[in-house]
């Protein structure tokens, strides 16, 4: 299946002028764009994301970058629920010698589930994780 897993610094990159991964960000999403893979993502890298933008000023440009997300047909949100934050809790307690977040943990899990294996990131843990990193 064609399908890739969206993770927060790939957004970030997409909308951030001077983020440092932002033209590769932008070239990727060209060149992707004619032939979109269904993208997943979860409410938690929504949440990182409407917040950061938030958190910094920006409550007119949260709304439309989550907005977009949301109303996207590509993209397919999974919810973190009971059962996926405890996997991804203890995933995170497993890994003392990785610096991964929770929420990297939660993602890896949902791309473990879904039998996914790459990632739109620039966040090298997804590697680490085994998983395959575009762009």
């Not at 950061?52 to 590509?74: D, I």
């Amino acid at each position: 299946m064609n399908t890739a897993f969206v993770d927060t610094g790939y957004l970030f990159a997409l909308e951030i002028a001077n983020d440092q991964h932002h033209q590769a960000a932008i070239q990727h999403w060209h060149r992707i764009v004619g032939a979109l893979p269904r993208l997943v993502t979860t409410s938690y890298i929504f949440d990182e994301v409407v917040t950061f933008f938030n958190s910094r000023g920006q409550h007119a440009k949260a709304m439309q970058v989550g907005n977009n997300l949301l109303q996207s047909p590509s993209v397919e949100f999974i919810h973190v629920d009971t059962a996926l934050f405890y996997a991804g809790w203890a995933l995170f307690q497993r890994h003392q010698d990785k610096k991964y977040s929770l929420t990297d943990c939660i993602s890896f899990i949902v791309m473990q589930q879904r039998g996914m294996q790459r990632a739109f990131t620039f966040d090298q843990h997804f590697v680490q994780a085994g998983f395959t990193t575009e762009p």
